[in-house]
């Protein structure tokens, strides 16, 4: 490209800016009196949001509980901790929430476990379970629900965990075929 075409396609972006920009400030707007719910004059502006028109901002619980497990791929056979941890939560969100000490936790492992247990939460709000399992199947997860009551109001969490993640795929033999024993080859027809 040569010296004099660049210089014009520079101008050319030039002007182009500049009618777009003077195109923009020559654009009539509208009289804060044409805008639903404005008063009258000519003000450019947002329209503040009328408060009875929408629905109240919700309010955040009063009371939460959350659950993890103290690993989330364990053995097919293993014992693992499922932690529970209650809070009771400021309304006005000024303060952090505070620990729920004594309240009683129903634990209830799902299938492939099924087992069930309860625990009362600490000084600290938290409340620990120990599950112990035998022979569940690798690789289906297993989900455990937390419940608990909080002024006459139940509060549940889940959480879950995956046993036998980090076994390797069992290979399944085809039929006909016989296993080869180690360090001999099978000679190919």
Excluded: H
């Excluded at 009539?28 to 502006?45: D, F, H, I, K, M």
């Excluded at 309240?103 to 620990?128: C, E, H, M, W």
């Excluded at 608990?148 to 290979?171: K, M, R, W």
């Amino acid at each position: 490209m040569t010296q004099r075409m660049k210089r014009f396609a520079l101008l050319l972006v030039a002007v182009s800016v500049l009618a777009v920009a003077f195109a923009a400030c020559s654009t009539p707007t509208p009289s804060a009196g044409a805008l639903p719910g404005a008063g009258s004059g000519n003000v450019n502006g947002f329209r503040t949001p009328n408060p009875t028109d929408g629905s109240p901002t919700p309010t955040f619980s009063p009371f939460t509980i959350g659950a993890w497990p103290s690993n989330y791929s364990p053995g097919t056979s293993d014992t693992i901790t499922i932690y529970a941890i209650a809070r009771i939560q400021d309304q006005t969100m000024l303060t952090p929430p505070r620990p729920a000490p004594g309240l009683t936790i129903s634990f209830i492992a799902q299938d492939p476990i099924n087992q069930t247990g309860s625990a009362q939460t600490g000084p600290d709000g938290i409340a620990t379970w120990t599950l112990t399992f035998k022979d569940s199947p690798a690789g289906k997860p297993a989900s455990v629900e937390v419940n608990t009551s909080y002024n006459q109001q139940q509060y549940n969490a889940e959480t879950f965990f995956t046993p036998g993640v980090n076994l390797g795929p069992t290979p399944t033999p085809k039929p006909g075929s016989t296993p080869t024993p180690k360090g001999k080859a099978t000679p190919t027809p």
